[in-house]
């Protein structure tokens, strides 16, 4: 049932027609992504489409050591019957459901991880065996909607997609694993795609469920959100210590940047009453729920937003 080769995967002519005399695709590395992903996994849909709507769908189930994170994804993936389903993520003795958010953690963290021990200094000749899976792990990231693997140099970056055999042992195995999901075949038939590797983009909190407006709720609300994006602005610029933008996003999704292909839901910030200390989100409805205080003044709410966006559970601290 893997995908084998590139020709397995349906080629519709506006996609996949090549320029004349450029050797270069029409569509942009976004659009073969979207399409190649609508081709290749198979299953449960990746993430919440509507908040009111359970997920259902086949999956396959990984259990994940979060203390050794990349030791368990080694083990799990390998024993994956078909790639191309969904991953349902869980983590050890923890009790989130995966919706999507679990999933994207586990992408995020493993690819950090991945990063730190297979490639930075230069890849390492003695774990060569392990590239393979460490290929299929960079593969599904890439494909159910996880953190983008950007950190090959460019020499091993066209050498994983070169029609001919690599020298490098690494490149060699880690071509295989890309290509348990075709990745490596359509980067070479579309070099397009391979732009995919090289950018990055960004996203933000914008959107926000308001109450009534003319209420005093309402004007409560524009207040704190006010606040809110002042400490934005701050985190950005940073000032609020090691808290980034990144950070606040990550605490929203489970992702510090936003996938390729977008949120099915866009992240957005919901107003609960609770206290300051309350600070929480669901990483599966990318929400983040700002407590409407009324007491505190703003050094103390951008304290509690600094406790919370640094935190990994949640704000539940």
């Not at 494909?143 to 983008?148: F, R, T, V």
């Not at 690599?166 to 075709?182: R, S, Y």
């Not at 007491?295 to 949640?314: K, P, Q, R, V, W």
């Amino acid at each position: 049932n893997i995908v084998q080769t590139v020709e397995e995967v349906p080629k519709p002519k506006n996609l996949w027609v090549l320029e004349e005399n450029k050797g270069e695709s029409r569509a942009s590395f976004r659009e073969i992504l979207r399409y190649v992903q609508s081709c290749i996994v198979t299953g449960r849909p990746l993430d919440v489409q509507d908040v009111t709507v359970s997920l259902e769908g086949e999956t396959s189930y990984i259990l994940i050591n979060r203390y050794d994170v990349l030791k368990t994804a080694l083990e799990e993936v390998k024993s994956i019957e078909n790639p191309r389903v969904t991953l349902e993520v869980s983590f050890d003795n923890e009790t989130a459901q995966d919706n999507g958010g679990p999933r994207r953690e586990f992408f995020r963290i493993c690819l950090k991880e991945i990063k730190t021990t297979y490639f930075d200094n230069g890849l390492k000749a003695h774990l060569a065996d392990d590239y393979t899976i460490v290929g299929l792990i960079m593969a599904l990231s890439t494909l159910q909607n996880g953190a983008i693997p950007r950190f090959l140099n460019e020499e091993d970056l066209q050498a994983l997609f070169s029609p001919k055999t690599p020298t490098n042992l690494c490149i060699a195995k880690l071509q295989n694993g890309f290509d348990m999901l075709g990745l490596c075949q359509i980067g070479h038939c579309l070099p397009t795609f391979q732009n995919l590797f090289r950018a990055a983009p960004a996203a933000s909190l914008t959107r926000r469920k308001l109450t009534e407006v003319d209420s005093n709720a309402y004007r409560r609300e524009n207040e704190i959100y006010a606040l809110f994006a002042k400490y934005t602005r701050k985190a950005a610029s940073g000032q609020r210590g090691s808290v980034t933008l990144e950070h606040i996003l990550q605490f929203a999704t489970c992702s510090d940047e936003e996938p390729l292909l977008g949120f099915a839901v866009h992240p957005c910030i919901e107003f609960v009453d609770a206290s300051f200390e309350s600070n929480s989100s669901n990483t599966c409805a990318n929400t983040v729920y700002i407590p409407k205080c009324s007491d505190n003044n703003e050094e103390e709410l951008f304290h509690a937003y600094d406790c919370a966006f640094a935190s990994a559970y949640f704000g539940h601290m």
